[in-house]
C-alpha cells in the first residue's frame, strides 16, 4: 500500500488566495479515482524554505490518498497539471510505502 502526499499553497506568490473550488475540484478527482481523499484544508501547514538565501514561507494545504500501486508517470502528469493550474514551478507530490494494521 502507498500513501500520496500533494502539498499545495494557499495562495499565489502575490498573496492571493486560490479559490475554494480549485480545491473541491481536486478533492472531488481524488476521491472518484481513489476511492476517498483525505484533504487537510481548514487548518493549513506552513512551509519553510531557503531561496537564494533568503527564507520564504508558504501556508499549504495537504491532500492524502492511499492506493495498493504506485504509477509514477501518472503522478507525474497529474503533479505537472497542478502546478499549471496553480501556477508553481514545483507542487511537491511525495509518496510512502505503508503498512495498514
Known sequence: MYLIQIL??????QGQL???RDFDRLKEELAARFDGV????QAPAE?????RGKTDSDDI???EVMTPSMDVSD?????GDLEHV????NIVVRYWTITLL
Open 8 to 13: 499545495l499553497p494557499r495562495s499565489d506568490n
Open 18 to 20: 486560490y479559490p475554494r
Open 38 to 41: 483525505t484533504a487537510y484544508l
Open 47 to 51: 512551509g519553510l524554505w531557503k531561496d
Open 61 to 63: 494545504v495537504i491532500f
Open 75 to 79: 503522478w507525474r502528469r497529474r503533479q
Open 86 to 89: 496553480f501556477r508553481q514551478e
